[in-house]
């Protein structure tokens, strides 16, 4: 299978998460175990998932870990604009912006398996 290091989808999704974690802390702290932890929590899971799919037996398997990441990605996409909707931040272009690069990339790759499956 895949080295998920040498993935460039998933060292991004490394940046994401180190930028979603400088975020956070923008947040206040009535937040700290509501919003803040599950935005936390769906950035790590985006490249954990990478690098769990990478790993298993099958490219079955890996895709089916590349639609988990796929979900964590909305989910954080989601829970990002909630925190700007209620003005806890106000500018998110970077992460905006990493966010769609990565959809396009884990896409392209599932497209890409699913080729050589």
């Known amino acids: 299978m895949i080295g998920y290091e040498k993935l460039e989808v998933w060292q991004i999704s490394i940046e ?4 979603v974690y400088r975020l956070v802390k923008l947040l206040p702290k009535e937040e700290t175990y509501a919003l803040s932890d599950q ?3 769906s950035a790590v899971s985006i490249p954990s998932n990478i690098a769990e799919g990478s790993s298993r037996n099958s490219k079955k398997e890996f895709i089916q ?6 979900g964590s ?26 966010i769609t690069s990565i959809k396009k990339m884990l896409n392209a790759l599932i497209t890409s ?5």
Do not use: P
């Open 16 to 19: 994401l998460v180190t930028d």
């Open 39 to 41: 935005i936390r929590r």
């Open 65 to 70: 870990f590349l639609y988990i990441a796929l």
């Open 73 to 98: 990605l909305c989910e954080l996409e989601t829970q990002i604009l909630i925190a700007k909707n209620v003005g806890y931040i106000n500018d998110f272009k970077d992460i905006k912006e990493k």
């Open 113 to 117: 398996i699913k080729r050589a499956v």
